[in-house]
């Protein structure tokens, strides 16, 4: 069975929960920071993604914090969700060095003796 493609958002959390457990607006916070602002998770958006990252065994809860009367759910990296980020940036890093080369080569020549 072929590995599903790592979407934009998935990357991004993973990588948030690189140095520890995250809840989910440290998580929003986080991508928000990694990302220069090009990724803003809404609070829904974020849970569906890490639900899946949990189905996938990618992240794991950590732990439960009670937090102005709710509890706050942390969550971290699993020793495959390493793995899996691993393989997608070296993927992601190939696919740019492949685009730069690309477009090196097709810069234009200046235009010498022209006009």
């Not at 794991?60 to 009670?66: G, I, K, S, T």
């Amino acid at each position: 069975m072929a590995a599903r493609a790592m979407t934009e958002p998935a990357f991004f959390i993973l990588t948030a929960l690189i140095d520890e457990p995250r809840h989910g607006y440290g998580i929003v916070g986080e991508v928000d920071d990694l990302s220069g602002g090009r990724v803003r998770l809404k609070i829904g958006t974020l849970y569906g993604v890490l639900d899946r990252l949990v189905a996938d065994g990618l992240v794991e809860l950590d732990r439960e914090e009670p937090h102005q009367g709710r509890l706050r759910r942390y969550y971290r990296l699993t020793d495959s969700g390493l793995d899996a980020l691993t393989t997608e940036a070296t993927r992601q890093a190939a696919n740019a060095e492949a685009a730069t080369r690309r477009l090196a080569a097709h810069r234009p020549a200046t235009a010498g003796g022209m006009g």
